[in-house]
């Protein structure tokens, strides 16, 4: 099995920052794309950014030039430098990872989420 465990939510006022963190562990062979999604309530998951295992990133209108994803393959972990948060980011914040399993099938693996408020 492959576990993911996010890390750095927490309540932050508008204009401030966060960074979140995202851990994968278990039977890895591989890891292609990472991404990080967020659920606010009573809206559908959507996403917020992707990166590949080259390093390419994209991003939601909403978030582009606030957010930064990046990777650190070598610890199988990636990031989410949040900037400029605003009232309507919050949401909880959900990793995602495409990941050939040691078996070597493939699959899409989420975290628990980490909850991210911004209020004053």
């Known amino acids: 099995q492959v576990q993911l465990v996010e890390s750095g939510g927490g309540l932050v006022q508008p204009g401030g920052s966060l960074r979140l963190s995202c851990a994968a562990s278990?039977?890895?062979?591989?890891?292609?794309?990472m991404g990080w999604f967020r659920q606010a309530p009573g809206k559908q998951r959507e996403l917020v950014a992707v990166i590949t295992g080259g390093g390419s990133t994209n991003y939601a209108d909403s978030v582009k030039g606030r957010f930064t994803i990046s990777r650190d393959n070598t610890k199988n972990t990636v990031y989410l430098q949040m900037n400029s948060l605003k009232p309507e980011d919050t949401a909880v914040y959900f990793c995602?990872?495409?990941?050939?399993?040691?078996?070597?099938?493939?699959?899409?693996?989420w975290g628990q989420g980490t909850r991210v408020t911004v209020s004053l």
């Open positions: 995602n990872a495409d990941a050939t399993h040691t078996s070597r099938s493939r699959a899409s693996y």
């Open positions: 278990g039977s890895i062979f591989s890891i292609n794309a």
